[in-house]
């Protein structure tokens, strides 16, 4: 059973930005792609980046790309996903996932976080 857990979301104004991190613990991720997803209210949970296991596959929503960089320390079961250049339509709960499987886009992954808040305000 692998747990995640999700921290430095808070308020920031457009432009800003923001570091989140997904500490895993339970078990070794080092072999599991791990992803970034995100839900605003009264909105589906929609893909914001994955990484594969080594770091050499890496994906990014049309909407965040050139913005949003997804990395990961494989010894501190870690993943990060540094934000850039934010907008108010970034806001929303974003969640930690992981997988044993390759990166993919769709939110199958087995395991989630709770969640961290990202309000941008204009």
């Known amino acids: 059973q692998v747990r995640l857990v999700e921290s430095g979301g808070g308020l920031v104004q457009a432009g800003g930005s923001l570091r989140l991190s997904c500490t895993a613990s339970g078990r070794s991720v080092s072999r599991y792609s791990m992803a970034w997803f995100r839900q605003a209210p009264g909105n589906l949970r929609e893909f914001v980046a994955t990484i594969s296991w080594n770091g050499g596959s890496v994906f990014y929503a049309e909407s965040v790309k050139g913005r949003f960089a997804i990395s990961r320390d494989n010894m501190r079961n870690m993943v990060y996903l540094n934000m850039n250049r934010l907008r108010p339509e970034d806001t929303a709960v974003y969640y930690c996932?992981?997988?044993?499987?390759?990166?993919?886009?769709?939110?199958?992954?087995?395991?989630w976080g709770q969640g961290t808040q990202v309000t941008v305000n204009s």
């Open positions: 996932a992981a997988d044993p499987s390759p990166p993919r886009l769709s939110p199958s992954y087995e395991n």
